[in-house]
């Protein structure tokens, strides 16, 4: 017996697969190396090709299960591969070949006319220019011009709205729904588990809502603020610029009476009267609500409380800008704000003519939706993205920008 096959390394039996789904057995010393391995396991797949030096060099064989990459000067042995395992015979990417240097000039002189100027450069070219500064008070004065012609816009299309609505005969049914809707106001509720755990410390009810509205219902800050304020005569004060409690009571009888619906004896004109006081109703609901810790800062500066009210009415509840409002020349003014635009301008006939615009008209949603940008302007975005009512923002906005720069 030859020496060789006494003493000769165990045999394994491996599974060796290709990406292209070819499947075989190779049976292996285990001190067999990789690199034998892979010329074995290539003549099951790329027969007649193996004079070729580079065939072995450009595949390489993977551990199924460790997903390593096996060396090729190493041992079956060392490797720890052991019997019946999965190898996977894998084609090498080609490597990516380097750009011709003529590529490369032409690259970075393409970059080069492309890139920015610099300010020397812009300084050069603009020297003969007259020279301009812009008055960042008046841009900000046209921003807000903006926002007024808006409202005003707003205001002027809710009227249009209201009185082709009446004649609907469907919209009394449809806008007492959104009435009963707008009885539950999500801004008058507290949060019951965070008022109870406040009460549960020992703080009276009507202080402990108190500091949860001020904190936005946060349970740590409102307990910090009636801490703070134990001693502070005016701790059970109510909130500046909040109804009284008999407005609800009113509110809810206007209600009922909305509620009753019209006689028969009356017909279409009871109908159109229920209608516009539903309408009315609406409006209270979306009433301005001042934020109570910018009318506390503000009061505290040394306003009277209906000025700070006006100018957070104003200015959508930005403390800083209503302060800037109340120290300024304090246009628009709060009045201004119910005011519409003028029905004979250029800019509300073209409005009004475009058939989107009175298409959308028609539709309740949208008299809804233009009530909501009126008292909460930063809603705009919401109703732009609505099917219904974005098509009709995006018009009365094109509209507006095109007249505007004329």
């Known amino acids: 017996v030859q020496e060789e096959k006494i003493f000769a390394g165990k045999v394994l039996r491996l599974h ?35 004079e070729d030096p580079k065939t072995v060099t450009h595949h390489k064989l993977i551990h199924a299960t460790s997903e390593k990459v096996l060396t090729d000067t190493k041992t079956v042995l060392e490797e720890n591969i052991q019997d019946r395992d999965v190898l996977l015979l894998v084609k090498k990417r080609a490597p990516t070949l380097l750009p011709k240097m003529a590529d490369v000039v032409a690259e970075e002189k393409r970059k080069q006319e492309q890139k920015a100027p610099d300010k020397e450069a812009i300084l050069k070219a603009t020297a003969n220019l007259p020279a301009r500064s812009v008055d960042r008070s008046v841009a900000h004065h046209n921003m807000r011009d903006f926002q007024t012609e808006l409202r005003k816009i707003l205001v002027s299309l809710i009227e249009v709205a209201q009185k082709l609505l009446a004649l609907n005969p469907d919209a009394v049914e449809l806008f007492k729904k959104a009435n009963a809707m707008l009885d539950e106001d999500e801004e008058d509720r ?44 005016s701790v059970d004060a109510p909130l500046p610029g909040q109804a009284p409690a008999e407005a609800p009571a009113e509110g809810a ?37 001042p934020d109570p810790r910018a009318v506390i800062a503000l009061m505290e ?92 923002m995006l018009q009365i906005s094109r509209i507006f920008q095109t007249l505007n720069r004329t």
Request: proline letters at 6%; charged letters at 30%; glycine letters at 6%.
């Open 301 to 392: 500066m040394g306003f009277d409380e209906k000025e700070v009210v006006d100018a957070l009415r104003v200015n959508n509840n930005q403390q800083n800008a209503a302060c800037e409002w109340l120290l300024g020349d304090r246009k628009p003014s709060p009045e201004d704000l119910d005011k519409g635009i003028d029905t004979n301008s250029p800019l509300f006939q073209a409005i009004l003519e475009n058939p989107v615009v009175q298409l959308g008209l028609t539709n309740p949603k949208t008299l809804l939706a233009f009530e909501d940008m009126l008292e909460n302007p930063l809603n705009s975005t919401q109703w732009m993205n609505d099917p219904e009512t974005g098509p009709v």
């Open 190 to 233: 507290v949060d019951e588990i965070a008022l109870r755990q406040l009460t549960e410390m020992g703080f009276p009810e009507s202080r402990a809502v108190k500091a949860l509205r001020l904190n936005h219902m946060s349970v740590t800050q409102a307990m910090e603020w009636l801490i703070e304020h134990a001693d502070d005569p």
């Open 253 to 289: 009888a206007s209600s009922a009476e909305a509620a009753a619906g019209p006689s028969s004896e009356e017909g279409g004109e009871e109908a159109k009267d229920e209608l516009t006081e539903i309408f009315k109703k609406i409006r209270r609901k979306r009433e301005f609500r």
């Open 16 to 50: 060796v697969c290709t990406m292209e789904g070819a499947e075989w057995l190779e049976e292996v010393p285990e001190d067999t190396t990789v690199e034998k391995l892979k010329e074995r396991c290539l003549k099951h797949c790329v027969p007649g090709s193996l």
